[in-house]
C-alpha cells in the first residue's frame, strides 16, 4: 500500500521568505509527527498530533515555525521568515493507533529545505 | 530525559562477515526501542523493535538485535553482511510516560560501509 508521502521533495528559499511542508500520512493513522534532521545529524522531534489535535509541540524551535492538520489527515509545517539555520531535512511520519508505546512510526522520503 | 548513544560514526565489514552496530540507551521506566535505517536521499525504513518479551528481537532483511537490560544496549546484528547493507543506520528510543512518550529519540546514526 502507499506509504507516507511529503512534498515537495526539495525546497529552495531565500532568506525570510515562508515556506510550507505537506504531509500525507498512511490512510487511517491517527497519529502524524514531524522531525527536523539537521546534516550529519539524528532527527529530531518538532511536534505530535492525534487526529487534528495538536498534543505536543514541545520540539518547534520558535515561534516562526507552525503546524496544522485541520482534517485529521494531510498536515502543513509553515515555517515563517525562514533562516539559514532551519536549513534540514523535515521528515514526516505517521502511525495507526494512539497512545500506544509499541506502535511503529513510519516515515516519509523528506523534504530537504535550504535558506539561502 | 531518553538518550541514545550510538559510539561508532562508521563501521566497516567485509560482505558475508556478520555485522554489529552498537547502541546504549538511557530511560526512565521501561524501554522502548526502535532501528530504523536511511538510504541516500530517502526517508527512514523501519527495521525491528523492542517492547517486551523475547531478548532477541528478528526484523527485516535479515536483521536482528539484542536487548540487554543490564548492559542498557540493543545492538543491532546480522550474520552475514551484503553490499546492500550500506547505509546510516539509526537506533531510536521511545520518549517516557512523563515526557511525551510518543516522540522518538534518536541516536546520532552510524554509517555501515559493507566491502566486497
Known amino acids: 500500500g502507499a506509504g507516507v508521502s511529503q512534498s515537495p521533495r526539495y525546497k529552495v528559499a531565500k532568506r525570510g521568505q515562508d515556506v510550507a511542508l505537506r504531509c500525507d500520512p498512511i490512510?487511517?493513522?491517527?497519529?502524524l509527527f514531524w522531525y527536523q534532521q539537521a546534516l550529519g545529524q539524528g532527527p529530531e522531534f518538532l511536534t505530535y498530533?492525534?487526529?487534528?489535535?495538536?498534543?505536543?509541540k514541545s520540539g518547534l524551535p520558535s515561534d516562526r515555525f507552525f503546524a496544522e492538520r485541520p482534517e485529521g489527515s494531510v498536515s502543513t509545517l509553515k515555517i515563517q521568515r525562514t533562516q539559514q539555520e532551519d536549513s534540514a531535512v523535515y521528515l514526516c511520519?505517521?502511525?495507526?493507533?494512539?497512545?500506544?508505546?509499541?506502535?511503529?512510526?513510519?516515515f516519509g522520503p523528506g523534504t530537504r529545505l535550504t535558506v539561502l | 530525559a531518553q538518550s541514545v548513544a550510538q559510539p561508532e560514526d562508521q563501521v566497516n565489514v567485509a560482505e558475508g562477515n556478520p555485522l554489529t552496530v552498537k547502541c546504549t540507551y538511557s530511560?526512565?521506566?521501561?524501554?522502548?526501542l526502535f532501528w530504523y535505517v536511511q538510504y541516500p536521499n530517502r526517508g527512514l525504513q523501519f527495521l525491528l523493535k523492542?517492547?517486551?518479551?523475547?531478548?532477541l528481537v528478528k526484523g527485516s532483511y535479515g536483521f536482528e538485535a539484542e536487548f540487554n537490560k543490564s548492559q542498557t544496549s540493543f545492538h543491532l546484528k546480522k550474520p552475514s553482511a551484503l553490499v546492500s547493507d550500506s547505509a546510516l543506520y539509526f537506533c531510536?528510543?521511545?520518549?517516557?510516560?512523563?515526557?511525551?512518550?510518543?516522540?522518538?529519540?534518536f541516536g546520532t546514526g552510524t554509517r555501515l560501509l559493507v566491502s566486497p
Open positions: 511520519a505517521s502511525s495507526f493507533h494512539r497512545d500506544r508505546v509499541a506502535d511503529t512510526q513510519y
Open positions: 490512510s487511517g493513522h491517527v497519529s
Open positions: 498530533f492525534q487526529n487534528e489535535a495538536q498534543l505536543d
Open positions: 530511560v526512565s521506566g521501561n524501554p522502548y
Open positions: 523492542y517492547i517486551t518479551g523475547d531478548n
Open positions: 531510536a528510543v521511545r520518549g517516557g510516560m512523563n515526557t511525551g512518550f510518543q516522540k522518538l529519540v
